[in-house]
Nanobody
């Protein structure tokens, strides 16, 4: 049974940093790409970043240069390091994996950027 548990969200001032974690279980973590999405109030869920099994990463233009995703295959955990946070980064952040053609989502973690 695939499970994704996201954590690390919180309230931070503009310009601050947070690191999100996504603990995974129930599948061969090291062989799958892990994705991060976010959903702001009143907006559709949007893709943020992906880290492939070989550790190649890609980012949405809105976060490129500020966010970094990484993974620790020994801990079955993916991370999203978020620096230089802006108020428009406020959203619920979700981790995601697609296995056997099925999307699995974590429960989401709230990130609020406000002074």
């Amino acid at each position: 049974q695939v499970q994704l548990v996201a954590s690390g969200g919180g309230l931070v001032q503009p310009g601050g940093s947070l690191r999100l974690s996504c603990a995974a279980s129930g599948f061969a973590f090291r062989t799958y790409a892990m994705n991060w999405y976010r959903q702001a109030p009143g907006k559709e869920r949007e893709w943020v970043a992906t880290i492939y099994s070989g550790a190649t990463t890609i980012y949405a233009d809105a976060v490129k240069g500020r966010f970094t995703t990484s993974r620790d295959n020994a801990k079955n955990t993916a991370y999203l390091q978020m620096n230089s946070l802006k108020p428009e980064d406020t959203a619920i952040y979700y981790c995601n994996v697609v296995t056997a053609g099925t999307n699995f989502w974590g429960q989401g973690t709230q990130v609020t950027v406000s002074s």
